[in-house]
């Protein structure tokens, strides 16, 4: 956000001469207190959390709310998004009802003679504790100029002298907005220009100030990143310590889990060269979560993330089926010849494919996948595919369906020998054969997947290690 604005032009309408203020009313807020909230998106089937913008600083100051810092830690996406009743809801149409009122009793006193002008105060009132949320002292000259001209004392003495010029108002907020906000929300601060009744102007304006608000607290968010994760380990440690005092039964879903992947010795063809014994038992087990078994009990040091490793493994699962039917597709020569036809290809396999979410929709999903590879390719030959190729490339299409298909057993190897190379290396490591259509999806899932165990080591690897330190290499 640049919060580096200078003065707007219309500014010079005003004076500074004192006056007296009067009581008001809320016009635009989200709740009783007058705070604007935000929602801490959910994961698919967990409800999301509404906070106020006091809890989200408190949270980033003190680590109060441990979900919402492990959230923001493991998520470099992370944003809230505004909070919005459902609809239907009490609250929605007490919300909706109210709003509208309130715009509509401003234009029947804009409009009375003489002009009434209390609603008129009490909005300007309320723009400028939205001005004041919004850049949250980080722009003192601004801050004072907001001050100056949106002064409760100056407006209510032009509103007692009939000299209030509601319209130079909402020119001077507009000029604000328009030097403050981010580049996304230029075009809705331009077109405020453009509306000619003063109403609907002040109406645009707190929409405007509403959403500019979301960016200001998302900008905070992004800026304190850093020292919310450092923050976050060290609570969580600390706060797991604390609970290993009283709680002496063990972590036995966590124990197998690891014992599973122990290896008393790193293979010398293992991708992680120089890693320790401990090291490549605890990426083993990593490497586990992304092709977990329902009968295995999950582990308990990872249940925070449970969701969240569920909701990755089916965004993996598709990028590996969709690089699958590349690598067949790439038999044919139409698509092995033309980059462009099989670029195009790839995004249409992963539309087809980006509704999936288990193995049964899968192996349905592939034969819309079938067909549609069929058509490319006689629309492009402009004749049939002959008897035994339509057999064998419908039956290797079909059969990427299944974890056992030879192709696909080797796409998946390539995907763990890069996960792993990514969960080792700084810097993000080449693309593996047969992925480069799919590169932007793999980096995103395997930067998911580096954030989220990097994360969990950070806080129990200590834990890991002594855990396995016990297993009895000879068992």
């Known amino acids: 956000m640049d919060s580096s604005g200078s003065d707007g032009n219309s500014s010079d309408n005003f004076s500074s001469s004192p006056g007296a203020s009067s009581s008001r009313e809320r016009t635009d807020s989200e709740s009783s207190d007058g705070q604007m909230r935000f929602v801490l998106p959910g994961l698919p089937g967990s409800a999301p959390k509404v906070l106020t913008m006091n809890e989200v600083m408190d949270c980033m100051k003190n680590i109060q709310n441990m979900t919402l810092a492990h959230e923001i830690a493991i998520n470099p996406e992370f944003k809230l998004q505004p909070f ?173 889990w690891l014992k599973r992947n122990f290896a008393a010795s790193t293979p010398a063809s293992s991708d992680e060269a120089g890693a320790s014994p401990v090291k490549y038992t605890i990426a083993n087990a990593y490497v586990e979560l992304t092709d977990w078994q329902a009968e295995n009990e999950f582990p308990e040091l990872l249940s925070m993330d449970k969701e969240r490793i569920e909701t990755l493994q089916k965004r993996i699962n598709r990028l590996c089926a969709c690089t699958t039917v590349l690598a067949i597709a790439s038999g044919v020569p139409m698509f092995a010849q033309n980059p462009n036809m099989k670029a195009a290809f790839a995004q249409e396999v992963e539309i087809l494919l980006q509704d999936v979410q288990n193995e049964s929709q899968l192996a349905d999903a592939m034969e819309n996948v079938w067909v549609h590879m069929k058509s490319v390719i006689e629309k492009h030959q402009k004749v049939s595919l002959d008897q035994d190729t339509d057999d064998t490339l419908k039956n290797q299409v079909l059969q990427a369906a299944q974890k056992d298909s030879l192709v696909r057993k080797l796409i998946w190897k390539r995907f763990t020998t890069y996960l792993r190379m990514c969960m080792y290396a700084k810097n993000i490591p080449p693309t593996p054969p047969g992925f480069v259509e799919f590169a932007r999806e793999l980096e995103a899932v395997s930067n998911s997947f580096k954030s989220l165990t990097s994360y969990n080591h950070a806080v129990y690897g200590e834990y890991y290690r002594e855990m396995i330190s016990k297993f009895d290499v000879s068992s």
Not at 102 to 122: G, T
Not at 181 to 191: G, H, S, T, Y
Not at 211 to 228: C, I, P, T
């Open 84 to 256: 919005e009743p459902p609809e239907n809801s009490l609250e929605r149409v007490v919300k909706d009802t109210v709003h509208r009122a309130f715009w509509n009793v401003l234009r029947e006193k804009l409009s009375s003679d003489p002009p009434c002008y209390d609603h008129a105060i009490q909005l300007l009132l309320d723009i400028k504790e939205n001005l004041d949320h919004i850049f949250l002292d980080n722009n003192r000259r601004i801050m004072q100029r907001i001050s100056e001209v949106l002064d409760p004392k100056l407006i209510q003495q032009q509103a007692e002298q009939g000299v209030l010029d509601f319209r130079a108002y909402a020119n001077f907020v507009i000029d604000i907005m328009a030097k403050s906000c981010a580049p996304v929300r230029d075009e809705q601060i331009a077109q405020l220009r453009d509306i000619e009744d003063v109403v609907d102007v002040f109406r645009g304006i707190m929409e405007a100030l509403t959403v500019m608000r979301l960016d200001a607290a998302n900008f905070f968010l992004g800026a304190a990143r850093g020292k919310v994760i450092a923050n976050s380990v060290e609570y969580e440690k600390l706060k797991f310590k604390d609970y290993l005092k009283h709680y002496t039964a063990g972590f036995p879903a966590t124990e197998a």
